[in-house]
Antibody, heavy 118, light 108 residues
Framework: EVQLVESGGGLVKPGGSLRLSCAASGFTFSSYSMNWVRQAPGKGLEWVSSISSSSSYIYYADSVKGRFTISRDNAKNSLYLQMNSLRAEDTAVYYC???????????WGQGTLVTVSS | DIQMTQSPSSLSASVGDRVTITCQASQDISNYLNWYQQKPGKAPKLLIYDASNLETGVPSRFSGSGSGTDFTFTISSLQPEDIATYYCQQYDNPPELTFGGGTKVEIK
């Protein structure tokens, strides 16, 4: 059974940092691109960042470029999102989702809540 | 950036009704469109991929159609468990994908 489990969310002050993790199981993690998507409270879905299977290609939404860093460890079946210089508008539930050349978003994690507030 | 305009933003229908949601892309995205269902406090669930293909295990009352810029998502007979928010998503030019604004479906 495919599982994606996020962790690392919490309350952080503006300007602070947080590192999210996504633990994958039930599939060959190293064969899939992985993504972060976020959802602000009561709002819609926003793509944040993507990383290819071997980390050769990395992309960010303009809203997080220069502040967030996506990475993965295929040996540990894990995806990460390092978030620096956090702003109130980064408050959201952060989901990890897998993708491939044939399908985007067939599995998502349950999400982890990041709250940026003083 | 490709913009996705989804309508309506909310709807109320009776059990057994046919429900239709539309999504319009700001440019041609071929058939690179997904439809998701999201229930409160849960992650989005993929229902339809490539505009019209039903994801494994998804009830056949859900369907999708369209290509290019205009897409439609249909629930042929609304059930109580279908109460959720539905989102379209384009992936014509990954990784820069975009979502529609969502349609909240309620029971009348």
């Amino acid at each position: 059974e495919v599982q994606l489990v996020e962790s690392g969310g919490g309350l952080v002050k503006p300007g602070g940092s947080l590192r999210l993790s996504c633990a994958a199981s039930g599939f060959t993690f190293s064969s899939y691109s992985m993504n972060w998507v976020r959802q602000a409270p009561g709002k819609g879905l926003e793509w944040v960042s993507s990383i290819s299977s071997s980390s050769s290609y990395i992309y960010y939404a303009d809203s997080v470029k220069g502040r967030f860093t996506i990475s993965r460890d295929n040996a540990k079946n894990s995806l990460y999102l390092q978030m620096n210089s956090l702003r109130a508008e980064d408050t959201a539930v952060y989901y990890c989702a897998r993708s491939s050349t044939s399908c985007w978003g067939d599995y998502w994690g349950q999400g982890t809540l990041v709250t940026v507030s003083s | 950036d490709i913009q996705m305009t989804q309508s309506p933003s909310s709807l109320s229908a009776s059990v057994g009704d046919r429900v239709t949601i539309t999504c319009q892309a700001s440019q041609d995205i071929s058939n690179y469109l997904n439809w998701y269902q999201q229930k409160p406090g849960k992650a989005p669930k993929l229902l339809i991929y490539d505009a019209s293909n039903l994801e494994t295990g998804v009830p056949s009352r859900f369907s999708g159609s369209g290509s290019g810029t205009d897409f439609t998502f249909t629930i042929s007979s609304l059930q109580p468990e279908d109460i959720a928010t539905y989102y379209c998503q384009q992936y014509d030019n990954p990784p820069e994908l975009t979502f529609g604004g969502g349609t909240k479906v309620e029971i009348k």
